[in-house]
């Protein structure tokens, strides 16, 4: 028997990547299999929803968490959890906090993270994980063996979950522990945090190679009134923070403009992008994918573009 748990943390509805969790636990689960939706924080509304999609057991959990959880207290939960249930695989969302805590958690509990997957398959001894590597060229199969395995599951395309079966609901409140390196946690301005939000947003790409070329592109975000964000390689770099990461594993946004400088297109990056509602891309490479999406497009040194303004 394998013990399925989906991970459900602050929800309000059932979106997509809940969907698709669920789905995926129940094209592989078998007959005496368990179904499990943890849901930490979600709404009532969040938790009637999927009562009746076919899973075996809702846990409802309620933290003393005034806000957003910390890693560390949901990883406390999670391993709790592990600790008193035999759980073979969990279900996590894609985004950078469900592959933070899948790779933490897969260290505590000696199991194995594999994040960023596009499906799963029962084989003959077990189960398989489909994921794509390097650079989306290859889909491969990884074999999943005995130990626990916590999966992200990439959000593919809208799915629809038939409905059936009721499910039981076990209800928890539990008080988290304060994380001893925070000193202080007080809500930011919207203006400050929200890059979702954003109504525009520049984002800086690797053409952006030092911080005097980022002065001049911040600049210009502030001229427009838009925020600054960034990719991967500009966070990896140290130019930007994380939180300003723009794309499949940093913020998905949808902005009415979007202006991309110096970024050549690649795919996470356009998952974090295409709902803009215009895009306008600066690149001097006139063969940059980034035009196949941008609805305008300059083709130039980006400081050329910048340097009379
Ligand atoms: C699992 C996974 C998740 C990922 N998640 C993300 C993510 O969330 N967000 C993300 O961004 N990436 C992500 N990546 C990385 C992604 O694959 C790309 O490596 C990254 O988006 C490339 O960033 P870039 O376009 O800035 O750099 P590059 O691909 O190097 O492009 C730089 C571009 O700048 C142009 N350029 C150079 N100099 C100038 C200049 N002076 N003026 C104008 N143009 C110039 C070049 O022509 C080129 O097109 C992820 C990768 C993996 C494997």
């Not at 890693?71 to 959890?81: A, K, R």
């Not at 400050?192 to 190679?209: M, N, P, Q, T």
């Amino acid at each position: 028997m394998l013990n399925i748990y989906i991970i459900v943390i602050k929800k309000q509805f059932a979106d997509d990547s809940v969907k698709q969790m669920i789905m995926s636990a129940k094209r592989i689960a078998v007959d005496d299999d368990h179904i499990c939706v943890c849901a930490i924080d979600c709404s009532d509304s969040f938790c009637s929803e999927i009562s009746n999609v076919g899973i075996d057991e809702i846990l409802i959990y309620t933290t003393s968490a005034k806000g957003m959880l910390y890693l560390e207290q949901t990883i406390e939960i999670l391993h709790d959890l592990w600790k008193c249930r035999k759980i073979g695989l969990i279900f996590m969302e894609n985004n950078s906090y469900g592959i933070a805590c899948s790779v933490r958690l897969a260290l505590l509990t000696n199991g194995e993270a594999i994040i960023d997957c596009i499906g799963i398959e029962r084989t003959q001894n077990g189960f398989a994980a489909i994921k794509p590597i390097f650079s989306s060229k290859i889909r491969a199969k990884i074999n999943i063996n005995n130990r626990c395995c916590i999966m992200t599951l990439r959000n593919n395309s809208s799915v629809e979950i038939e409905r059936h079966k009721k499910t039981t609901f076990i209800r928890e409140s539990l008080i988290v522990k304060n994380v001893p390196w925070v000193l202080e946690d007080k809500e930011m301005s919207k203006s400050d945090s929200s890059l979702e939000d954003a109504e525009r947003v520049v984002i800086a790409g690797r053409g952006i190679k030092n911080s005097d070329d980022l002065k001049l592109v911040e600049n210009f975000a502030n001229s427009i009134n838009a925020m600054l964000a960034g990719t991967r390689p500009l966070i990896y770099s140290g130019l930007l923070p994380a939180e300003r990461q723009v794309g499949q594993s940093g913020t998905i946004i949808a902005p009415r403009l979007c202006i991309v400088i110096g970024a050549s297109g690649a795919s996470p990056l356009i998952e974090g992008i295409k709902n803009a509602k215009t895009i306008i891309a600066i690149n001097k490479d006139r063969d940059a994918r980034i035009f196949k999406l941008a609805d305008y497009g300059i083709v130039s040194d980006f400081r050329e573009v910048f340097k009379n303004r």
